[in-house]
């Protein structure tokens, strides 16, 4: 079935570890996002990219880096600078344009340890 | 700027009760589009309806309708008959035309108690 496939589900990180999400999609998806989820709040976007090998800074980049080398993958790293990484994150995916839905995978929790 | 604003925090109901969720927008774009999406507690955000800025025409799907007023600049939801299975977290969200990106509102916590 087509969809987004986030893993790992959980994920535990030592203070000063760099950690990957890793975010797939077999929806032939153009444009993918990761956004962050903490509590009481809403979904905070870090990065997208419209295209493949590239890429562009959300809202709230810092302490995270992104590459999109193929259009299926999208990777997240929550570098050492990020201080205060334990969140909820969530990969998305859309057609492209503003004018289509964007489709979730499951998350990513990530605990700082 | 784009907001989105749902002002509902969380929202208590008992089983079969109907229940209304908040949503009011502010952007400067004339073309624009709206959506709402349900995150149950296994965390997937599920897409439930898009709305373009220039189709004000109220939707029903099943228990689910939408009413979206530009004069007061609100894309409301409602669940008729509401079931258990509805509890979850509700978004709001925004995109503006060429725009990159869906701008969320914090969300409506709805707990359905049987």
């Known amino acids: 079935d087509g969809g987004i496939t986030q893993s790992p589900k959980y994920l535990f990180r030592k203070e000063g570890q760099n950690v990957t999400l890793s975010c797939e999609q077999n929806?032939?998806?153009?444009?993918m996002y990761w956004y962050r989820q903490d509590p009481g709040q809403g979904l905070r976007l870090i990065y997208y990219?419209?295209?493949?090998?590239?890429?562009q800074k959300g809202d709230i980049a810092e302490g995270y880096s992104v590459s999109r080398e193929k259009k299926e993958s999208f990777p997240l790293t929550v570098t050492s600078a990020q201080k205060n990484p334990t969140a909820f994150y969530l990969c998305?995916?859309?057609?492209?344009?503003?004018?289509?839905?964007?489709?979730f995978g499951q998350g990513t929790r990530l605990t700082v340890v | 700027a784009q907001k989105v604003t749902q002002a509902q925090t969380e929202i208590s109901v008992v089983e079969k009760e109907d229940v209304t969720l908040d949503c009011v927008y502010e952007?400067?774009?004339?073309?624009?589009?709206l959506f709402w999406y349900k995150q149950p507690p296994s965390g997937e955000l599920v897409f439930l309806i898009r709305?373009?800025?220039?189709?004000?025409q109220n939707e029903i799907s099943g228990r689910y309708s939408w009413n979206f007023q530009k004069s007061t600049s609100s894309f409301n939801f409602t669940i008729t008959a509401s079931q258990v299975v509805d509890s979850a977290v509700y978004f709001c969200?925004?995109?503006?035309?060429?725009?990159?990106?869906?701008?969320f509102g914090t969300g409506t916590r709805l707990t359905v108690i049987p």
């Open positions: 998305a995916s859309r057609v492209g344009g503003s004018v289509t839905e964007a489709f």
């Open positions: 929806l032939n998806h153009d444009a």
């Open positions: 990219s419209q295209i493949v090998n590239d890429f």
């Open positions: 952007t400067r774009d004339t073309t624009y589009y």
């Open positions: 709305r373009n800025s220039f189709d004000e």
């Open positions: 969200a925004l995109s503006e035309t060429g725009a990159n990106n869906l701008f």
